[in-house]
């Protein structure tokens, strides 16, 4: 998500004077809209370091902040038992990586709408997006489950939202032309579609001994 380039901090004692600006949160609310409508961002924002992204580079949705990030990443070794108590471990693999992204956003209503329908869409989309970090980018990776919550705490117009995600891995398979094998029996299998049953003719009855050539008598 684009962060806050000048964030909001109290003009108090003991906090020292910070730059503030305006235009990046509404360059933000024109980009929120825009995503919403498909169309690309019209307003460069600053170069985000945390966010989301999808395969053009485009935030899944416009947040002021991402607070937090989690990530678990497992190995299972698969063992068997032997005789005597022993065992034998084999074959570690990989666990798709889970990883959960927690996100604020605040403002206008219809700017709060609009961050939460882009985040819905993108939940029930199979879509897959890479979870930025500033040490380590995780790709291929599809949102599970969204859950936000507001309190007077942090301020009921304030939007805290967690997106989960699991990693998704893309695997290729091989492809094979059927019309260059030296033996016809060695081709891959062809869909013909739909095949309609027809009653055998009378030289394949007598190819399978003595068959009903009427179909559902004595067939077999």
Same mark, same amino acid.
């Given at each position: 998500m684009p962060l806050i380039e000048f /964030?909001? %901090?109290? *003009?108090v004692p003991g906090v020292p004077p910070l730059a503030r600006s305006a =235009?990046? #949160?509404v360059a933000a609310g024109i980009n929120g809209y825009l995503a919403l409508a498909g169309l690309p961002p019209l307003i460069a924002l600053p170069t985000p370091t945390w966010g989301v992204f999808d395969d053009s580079g485009l935030a899944v949705a416009v947040a002021d902040s991402v607070i937090a990030m989690d990530y678990h990443s497992e190995s299972r070794v698969s063992d068997y038992p032997q005789e005597m108590g022993a065992f034998e471990s084999f074959n570690k693999v990989q666990v798709p990586y889970a990883s959960s992204v927690q996100m604020t956003c605040g403002? *206008?209503? @219809?700017r709060r709408a609009t961050f939460l329908a882009a985040? #819905?869409?993108?939940?029930?989309? &199979?879509?897959?997006?890479? =979870? %930025? &970090? /500033? *040490?380590? $980018?995780?790709?291929?990776?599809?949102i599970t489950g969204l859950n936000y919550r507001r309190t &007077?705490? *942090?301020g009921a117009s304030l939007l805290t939202v967690d997106l989960h995600f699991e990693e998704i891995?893309? &695997?290729?398979?091989a492809a094979f032309a059927n019309e260059n094998v030296q033996n016809p029996a060695s081709a891959d299998t062809v869909s013909l579609g739909q095949v309609q049953a027809q009653p055998p003719s009378a030289g394949?009855? !007598?190819?399978?001994? @003595?068959?009903? !050539? $009427?179909q559902g008598i004595g067939g077999a």
């Open positions: /964030p909001d %901090v109290p *003009d =235009i990046s #949160q403002g *206008d209503s @219809p985040l #819905q869409a993108a939940k029930d989309s &199979t879509n897959l997006y890479s =979870i %930025v &970090t /500033p *040490d380590v $980018v995780y790709r291929s990776a599809n &007077t705490r *942090d891995r893309v &695997t290729a398979s394949m009855s !007598a190819l399978f001994g @003595p068959v009903s !050539a $009427v």
